[in-house]
Nanobody, 121 residues
Framework: QVQLVESGGGLVQAGGSLRLSCAAEGSISTLGTMAWYRQAPGKERELVAGVTSGGSASLADSVKGRFAISRDNAKNTVYLQMNSVKPEDTGVYYC???????????????WGQGTQVTVSS
């Protein structure tokens, strides 16, 4: 079994910074693409940023120039550095990970429990 454990959410003023972390724990053979999604009240979950196992990153247009995603493969951890945050960045942020279990050729998608980010104006 695998768990994605998120941390780093909270309340921040507009223009401030926040760093989210997500550590994958459990029976992991290979950790593929990891990503951050967010869901604002009354809206659908949307992709914020993703990074492949090789380090290729992509960002949603709404966060380009402000957010950065990175990963530490030795720690099975992905980070989301959020700078110059805006009130519209408020939402629950979910970690996503594509995992291949030890002894298996199949991959499974896992989600974190979500961490709340609130940006005050």
């Amino acid at each position: 079994q695998v768990q994605l454990v998120e941390s780093g959410g909270g309340l921040v003023q507009a223009g401030g910074s926040l760093r989210l972390s997500c550590a994958a724990e459990g029976s992991i053979s290979t950790l593929g693409t990891m990503a951050w999604y967010r869901q604002a009240p009354g809206k659908e979950r949307e992709l914020v940023a993703g990074v492949t196992s090789g380090g290729s990153a992509s960002l949603a247009d709404s966060v380009k120039g402000r957010f950065a995603i990175s990963r530490d493969n030795a720690k099975n951890t992905v980070y989301l550095q959020m700078n110059s945050v805006k009130p519209e960045d408020t939402g629950v942020y979910y970690c996503y990970g594509l995992v291949r279990h030890v002894g298996s050729s199949l991959t499974t998608v896992y989600w974190g429990q979500g961490t709340q980010v609130t940006v005050s104006s």
